[in-house]
């Protein structure tokens, strides 16, 4: 965080001027405010190490790390700010490449890739599939920076949510699992249809898990989000995947 005085204001600007350039000689450290408590929108002088209940930080510069080298020649990267890059596919390289993306969300939602249009932001992934009105697009490997058609897919908004990975903020690593404080026990549930369905409390963490995830296949076929993905071979040898289709 930045120090508040005028120096990193952005109301105050350098001189300019024949006077200004006059002014600036005999005081190097003069600015002009543009938004000064005594006179909000008139011009004043102010030094740079000032400070006033106006201050407000100068934007950062847009910063845009070197993408890596791409590990073939079917995949590419493309630089976004916050030091993020977006995985595409080759063929999509030349007109994405074209914009200037940025890295918008957050770490607790996830980091996606998208341009400013208008007052708007276009999202890169819908950019890429056009999705028709009312629809999303859903990332199926949970990932908002893998661009790749494979990884995408057009789907409800419903659908959607069922693929919603867990949030880092809660006592369990795993989606569909928290800590009962009152019981000492692993709690599994999952919402279905505007309700919630418990689905048993376990010793294990790893067992209500995978209990979540039997039950998510079954609700969800392809579009549920699962802890274990390994495991999808193994539910089916048991006859625990509902007949539904298999995770792309």
Request: charged share 25%; net charge positive; with cysteine.
């Amino acid at each position: 965080m930045c120090d508040r005085i005028c120096a990193n204001c952005m109301y105050a600007v350098r001189a300019v001027g024949r006077w200004h350039r006059v002014m600036l000689s005999r005081w190097p450290g003069l600015l002009t405010c543009i938004n000064h408590p005594q006179g909000p929108g008139e011009l004043h002088e102010v030094v740079a190490t000032g400070t006033c209940r106006n201050f407000r930080a100068r934007p950062r510069p847009v910063v845009r790390g070197e993408p890596p080298e791409p590990p073939d020649d079917s995949i590419r990267y493309i630089p976004l700010t916050r030091g993020k890059f977006a995985i595409v596919d080759a063929a999509d390289y030349e007109w994405l490449s074209k914009y200037k993306w940025l890295a918008t969300g957050n770490e607790k939602r996830g980091f996606y890739a998208g341009r400013r249009v208008g007052q708007g932001m276009l999202l890169m992934h819908r950019a890429i599939m056009q999705p028709p009105p009312g629809m999303v697009v859903d990332h199926i490997s949970g990932n908002g920076l893998d661009q790749r058609r494979a990884n995408l897919r057009v789907c409800s908004q419903r659908h959607n949510s069922h693929n919603r990975r867990p949030s880092r903020w809660t006592s369990s690593r795993f989606k569909g699992v928290y800590f009962c404080k009152a019981t000492g026990k692993w709690v599994a549930t999952i919402g279905f249809e505007g309700r919630s369905i418990h689905l048993g409390s376990f010793d294990d963490e790893v067992e209500a898990a995978r209990a979540y995830d039997r039950k998510a296949r079954e609700l969800f076929g392809e579009y549920a989000y699962l802890n274990f993905p390994e495991d999808v071979e193994t539910m089916q040898d048991r006859g625990l995947s509902g007949g539904v289709s298999t995770i792309r």
